[in-house]
């Protein structure tokens, strides 16, 4: 349940409260790169404080957040040296295997399940909590973040790059 939570939290924070621009200018302007961490950060401490314990909150809330901030960083150096359709495509894959092996990587290193607060308990008694996270899961993987995949997707296939 917790790790459904988390990947939503890296997908709404990564792909709906990052706007195409936003996604752009951070490549190449440092202080771009710090607002969308900054954003990606907050995000990670309403969900991590609302459903962990605390300790486990802010260990949570700082790996992620500094080993998103870090790998944003090289992708945006990688993509500015090497502008191409083809790159663009593979360090965006890449980009977001890194991020979501961290987040299981978390999420079995600290065993989450198992550091649940007040709240986090109680919603994993729900069944219908747990049904809501799986298709909130699927929704949001299904709109925004399968969309730029696409795109990604096909302007790599149908340029005359080698």
Known sequence: MIAGVLLIGHLWADFFLQS???????KRKFRYLLLHSTIYTAMFCV??????EPVYAT???????????????LRGKIDCKW?????GFTTFILDQALHVGVIIGVYYLFELNERL?????????????????????LFTVLTFPA???????????FTNEI
């Open 47 to 52: 969900i991590s404080y609302v459903f962990l």
């Open 117 to 137: 607060s007040y709240v986090g308990l109680q919603c994993v008694g729900l069944s219908e909590f747990r049904g809501g996270i799986l298709y909130i899961l």
């Open 59 to 73: 260990y949570v809330t700082l790996i992620l957040s500094l080993t998103h901030f870090g790998v944003d960083f």
């Open 83 to 87: 502008n191409t359709e083809k790159n």
């Open 20 to 26: 195409a621009k936003l996604a752009e200018l951070k």
């Open 147 to 157: 969309a730029v995949f696409m795109k990604k997707f096909l302007a790599m296939l």
